[in-house]
């Protein structure tokens, strides 16, 4: 069964850190990209981070540029999502997903993980 897995969301105060992970099981992480995504209440998914599968080049969404650090461990098969300096309106359910190319739209993602929910909050 293929399938992702997110772990490491919970409570953080603002200007607080937390990382996520995202493992794979069933299939290798080394070939797909893999993607970053959250959805806030009332609000669409959105991307916030992608990581290639063949040099490892990464994008950002221009709000967590400079805050979050997407990185992967093809040992662990484990794709991370580091978040510094986080806000109130980073509050979301986190979701990793994996598709060929970094460029791909959101609807040709292939495999999605269940979400892991952040909530930062004084």
């Known amino acids: 069964q293929l399938q992702l897995v997110e772990s490491g969301g919970g409570l953080v105060q603002p200007g607080g850190s937390l990382r996520l992970s995202c493992a794979a099981s069933g299939f290798t992480l080394d070939y797909y990209a893999i993607g970053w995504f959250r959805q806030a209440p009332g609000k669409e998914r959105e991307g916030l981070s992608c990581i290639s599968s063949s040099d490892s080049n990464t994008y950002y969404l221009d709000s967590v540029k400079g805050r979050f650090t997407i990185s992967r461990d093809n040992a662990k098969n484990t794709v991370y999502l580091q978040m510094n300096s986080l806000k109130p309106e980073d509050t979301a359910v986190y979701y990793c997903?994996?598709?060929?190319?970094?460029?791909?739209?959101?609807?040709?993602?292939?495999?999605w993980g269940q979400g892991t929910q952040v909530t930062v909050s004084s």
């Open positions: 997903a994996a598709t060929s190319y970094c460029a791909n739209p959101i609807d040709e993602y292939d495999y």
